[in-house]
């Protein structure tokens, strides 16, 4: 990438067919690993699904078992089940444009089911993307996009991306046949530049666009990374194996408990021809003539030690969970009217796991707002993206009688602001101070009443 990187730079930016071939072939292999992390949480594609046995009559049962997508499912819902809170410092110099700004950005782009939705691609495939663009109507929109289409070209001496590109496939009609071509769009801090790939496999400009290069009106690159941990590694990557493990076991054992349907009889002192044997399959029952002492019939079973079996099947489950750092939410344990230390206790493999990707998160979305802010700085709206603060708000089980008493002894001691933010279920801090301050307009006070500071 290094290399890349420096011929880019030696030639002013511009990229070549042979640069952009470079790029998707070094990214190839992880291309592969994020798709196929996908297609299992999608429980499309598995390896049980693929698994055969030579003798074709085998009863062979493929289950399996969820947990790629309970993991993600989890730690989506614990980690942004509330919506990040967005705001201002009110230091901001224009606060109230800026403050509306950023509202109607929101509201307008559907942030919270971006936000979602990134977080659940991040956790499948390790990061999620975000690109930022200008509509037709001249309106700052945001957009997620499949992070297996995504590269950047960093410079590691600063820690920025220099470029990015994104790539993904589209069906033309050249003639009368429908051909598949790659198509690449090419990000620098000034300009979008489109390719296609032609017959030949070479990369050239696309000619439908009417403009290319073109502006994207924003002074950085406007795709933006947000990583699950420094690593980029998905939430199952390190128990895929053990999924599996856990998926052949279950097939097996469905498979043997079927297979005592075609379980083998015994016959003792008779042979019986293939008429005996399809009136059986109709009538379900033999008739034996008296031909002497150990004439019988018998079906032949295994014994299945169940208890073995159990024991493996929890013991897979234990290590998925617990390297995973996952939690079983149905689980008794959440049962009960529990202390909120109780149950962060409990949570604390999957909170420390959230901890990591919440400042990964942070980080990113910094990062989009110091993108967006260059945009609105041609509008007039002057964003300090320093200034935008996230409140991230576990999704956890509410006890409000011990929330209650909590933030009571906390009255007098820290702000308003402060307190008030440690209650689950206020999301605006800001809108909540503004209808206490309603609701004391008109009210007497007596106490100053009674003191005389009141006539």
């Excluded at 292999?29 to 055969?52: C, D, G, Q, W």
């Excluded at 700052?140 to 470029?163: A, C, G, H, K, T």
């Amino acid at each position: 990438m290094q290399e890349i990187l420096k011929q880019l730079i030696e030639a002013d930016g511009r990229v070549t067919s042979e640069i952009i071939k470079d790029l998707i072939d070094e990214h190839a292999p992880t291309r592969a690993r994020m798709l196929s992390l996908y297609e299992r949480y999608k429980a499309v594609s598995l390896p049980i699904f693929n698994r055969e046995f030579e003798d074709p009559n085998k009863i062979n049962r493929k289950l399996n078992n969820s947990f790629d997508s309970e993991i993600v499912d989890t730690k989506v819902g614990y980690f942004i089940g509330h919506p990040i809170a967005y705001q201002i410092d009110q230091e901001q110099q224009n606060y109230e444009k800026v403050n509306d700004a950023l509202s109607d950005f929101l509201i307008r782009n559907h942030a919270d089911d971006l936000d979602a939705e990134i977080v659940k691609m991040a956790t499948i495939c390790g990061y999620g993307a975000r690109l930022l663009y200008v509509d037709k109507s001249g309106l700052e929109r945001v957009m997620n996009v499949n992070p297996w289409e995504v590269i950047l070209v960093y410079d590691r001496s600063i820690n920025e991306p220099q470029f990015a590109l994104r790539y993904y496939d589209m069906v033309y009609k050249e003639g009368e046949v429908k051909v598949t071509r790659t198509r690449v769009e090419w990000y620098d801090n000034q300009n979008v530049t489109y390719y296609i790939q032609d017959g030949k496999g070479e990369f050239v400009l696309d000619i439908t666009e009417e403009s290319n290069p073109q502006p994207h009106l924003f002074d950085f690159v406007p795709l933006v990374v947000f990583p699950n941990n420094e690593e980029m590694q998905g939430d199952t990557e390190k128990v895929l194996n053990l999924i599996d493990a856990y998926d052949r076991t279950l097939s097996d054992v469905n498979s043997e408990i079927e297979q005592f349907r075609l379980a083998y009889m015994a016959f003792y002192g008779y042979d019986p021809d293939e008429e005996t044997l399809a009136k059986a399959r109709k009538t379900g029952a033999f008739g034996l003539d008296d031909k002497g002492e150990g004439v019988g019939v018998e079906f032949i079973t295994k014994q299945i030690n169940d208890a073995v079996i159990e024991h493996h099947l929890d013991r897979l489950e234990e290590n998925i969970m617990r390297f995973s750092k996952n939690v079983d939410m149905t689980d008794e344990k959440f049962a009960g009217n529990l202390s909120g230390v109780a149950i962060r206790y409990k949570l604390m493999a999957l909170e420390t796991k959230c901890i990591t990707m919440e400042r990964k998160m942070a980080a990113a979305l910094r990062q989009q707002f110091k993108v967006l802010a260059t945009a609105w700085a041609k509008k007039g709206i002057q964003l300090d993206y320093t200034n935008v603060y996230f409140q991230f708000k576990r999704n956890l089980p509410v006890n409000l009688l011990d929330e209650a008493q909590t933030t009571a002894q906390l009255r007098g001691h820290v702000s308003e602001r402060t307190r008030l933010s440690q209650l689950s279920f206020i999301d605006d801090v800001d809108w909540e101070l503004e209808e206490m301050r309603k609701d004391q307009e008109g009210l007497v006070d007596l106490d100053a009443i009674s003191t005389g500071e009141v006539e």
